[in-house]
């Protein structure tokens, strides 16, 4: 897709992110806190590159999840192991803890550079969302946390998915859920 299809799509975004004070993204959204921005998989680098050159630093925060995932396992290298060697046929409990579960997983990390992202007045943008896969961190689990439900600002998911027969697709393969969000984007 060309740069200027890119710049347009993120002025919708921008618009839906001004309409936030309006409550719009919550009335839209079923009472969520989320947009979905949708990109196609094959292009999320491009949408990227054109989201940071574009949007204001002093009131978007990206949040990598590719880059959280690796920090994750170095920082939990040893627990991960013993973890997985444990949890063979769960491991997915690795990365998100059962509910009412305590200890370090990644989904507890991803909600903490939200609050991070808030504290500093700044509009969370999530992007490489595609790392999540297998995890068992699905984006409904992100937007439905009370953090981001009660968020004085919207969370943005820039998520490489396709639209296929009325249903979006994440990374093209497995639908997913646009419950508790705005949609924006599409192919």
């Known amino acids: 897709m060309s740069v200027s299809k890119i710049e347009a799509k993120i002025k919708d975004l921008e618009q839906a992110v001004q309409a936030y004070n309006k409550n719009n993204i919550k009335l839209s959204a079923n009472g969520g806190n989320s947009i979905l921005f949708m990109c196609p998989p094959v292009e999320e ?12 630093s002093e009131k978007y925060m990206f949040l990598d999840m590719n880059d959280l995932l ?3 396992v170095e920082e939990n290298a040893d627990e991960i192991k013993m973890k997985f060697d444990f ?13 009412g579960e305590e200890g370090n997983d990644l989904f507890g990390m991803i909600i903490e550079e939200i609050v991070s992202a808030y ?8 992007i490489r969302v595609g790392a999540l896969n297998g995890t068992d961190i699905e984006n409904i689990h992100i937007m439905e946390n009370k953090t981001v439900m009660n968020g004085k600002k919207p969370l943005v998911i820039l998520y490489p998915a396709e639209n296929k027969n009325q249903e979006i697709m994440f990374l093209g393969i497995r639908p997913a859920s646009k419950y508790r969000c705005m949609v924006i984007g599409g192919n």
């Open 119 to 126: 504290d500093a007045g700044k509009i969370p943008v999530l």
């Open 45 to 56: 680098s491009e949408y990227i590159a054109v989201m940071k050159k574009t949007l204001n």
């Open 87 to 99: 949890l063979r046929n769960s491991s997915n409990q690795i990365f998100k803890l059962p509910q």
């Open 70 to 72: 690796v920090k994750f």
